[in-house]
Nanobody, 122 residues
Framework: QVQLVESGGGLVQPGGSLKLSCEVK????????MAWYRQAPGKQRELVAN???????NYADFVMGRFTISRDNAVNTVYLQMNSLKPEDTAVYFC????????????????WGQGTRVTVSS
């Protein structure tokens, strides 16, 4: 069983910062890509950023230069440092890992947590 424990969301004023965390728990052989997605009210879920197991990162244009994704492979945790937050960053943020379970040969990316809500408002 794989569980995702997301935390770090909250209410912040425009221009403020938050750091999200997502720990991947369970019987996992390895994790390749770890990603953050977000879903704003009435909108589709969208990719924010992802990071490979060796640290290569990719960002959506709308967060480039403001957000930084990182990971700690020793504790199966991915982070999202969010700076210069804007009201349009308001959304529920979800992490999405690409995991390989013991005894299997195909990575799975269908695990989602409950998400952590970020509200940017004055």
């Amino acid at each position: 069983q794989v569980q995702l424990v997301e935390s770090g969301g909250g209410l912040v004023q425009p221009g403020g910062s938050l750091k999200l965390s997502c720990e991947v728990k369970g019987n996992i052989f390895s994790i390749e890509v770890m990603a953050w997605y977000r879903q704003a009210p009435g909108k589709q879920r969208e990719l924010v950023a992802n990071i490979t197991s060796y640290g290569r990162t990719n960002y959506a244009d709308f967060v480039m230069g403001r957000f930084t994704i990182s990971r700690d492979n020793a504790v199966n945790t991915v982070y999202l440092q969010m700076n210069s937050l804007k009201p349009e960053d308001t959304a529920v943020y979800f992490c999405n890992p690409e995991v390989l379970l013991p005894g299997t040969y195909t990575f799975r990316s269908d695990y989602w947590g409950q998400g952590t809500r970020v509200t940017v408002s004055s």
